[in-house]
């Protein structure tokens, strides 16, 4: 219930429904841990707890979403509208909105941070409330400069061509004013 970050990520390997052996398990954490202490200096040093989730964002992007690019649009790297288990990133290096939220939100909570998962009719990501003042950060984890970037109708209008390229339903303002925001547990 506290966030503990090996809590959530057995809860996302759990989700994933295809682990069925220790061993797998055991891999997933390690890879996991591995990553957590090898950013643990940079992360750690900064101060700034937005900073810290922007820094963690881009980090997760280069160790884990090292997959084969996407055939529709090679320019959006290894995103695989298909991909919504956590495994396949640890497996193939390949996510969507869904993994990389939940992969985001443990690594994010590993550090402390203050995150929450945002679902939509068609979409994840996460919130970040830093240093508890209610001043909430989106975070697109599907994007390493995602972090901060503005939801307002403006946002939605410059991402419709994406979403049509990729024959995903298009995510609206309205979407967004209507989002649901949810325990990272």
Not at 83 to 95: A, I, K, L, N, S
Not at 111 to 126: Q, S, W, Y
Not at 169 to 182: F, N, S
């Amino acid at each position: 219930r506290q966030g503990d970050a090996h809590a959530l990520l057995a809860l996302a390997i759990l989700g994933s429904g295809d682990v069925r052996d220790a061993a797998s398990y055991a891999r997933y954490t390690k890879r996991f841990d591995d990553f957590v202490e090898g950013v643990r200096p940079s992360v750690e040093a900064e101060p700034d707890q937005a900073k810290r989730g922007d820094l963690l964002n881009r980090a997760m992007h280069k160790a884990f979403f090292t997959g084969a690019p996407n055939p529709k649009e090679p320019s959006i790297g290894s995103y695989d509208y298909d991909q919504p288990r956590v495994t396949g990133v640890f497996e193939h290096g390949t996510y969507n909105c869904i993994s990389s939220a939940l992969l985001y939100t443990a690594l994010a909570r590993a550090f402390g941070l203050p995150v929450r998962g945002v679902i939509t009719k068609n979409h994840a990501f996460v919130e970040l409330d830093p240093d508890g003042t209610d001043q909430r950060i989106d975070v697109e984890t599907t994007d390493p400069a995602g972090f901060g970037q503005i939801h307002d109708a403006a946002f939605y209008a410059r991402a419709l061509p994406m979403w049509k390229k990729l024959g995903l339903e298009p995510m609206t303002y309205d979407d967004y004013v209507k989002r649901e925001v949810l325990a990272p547990y």
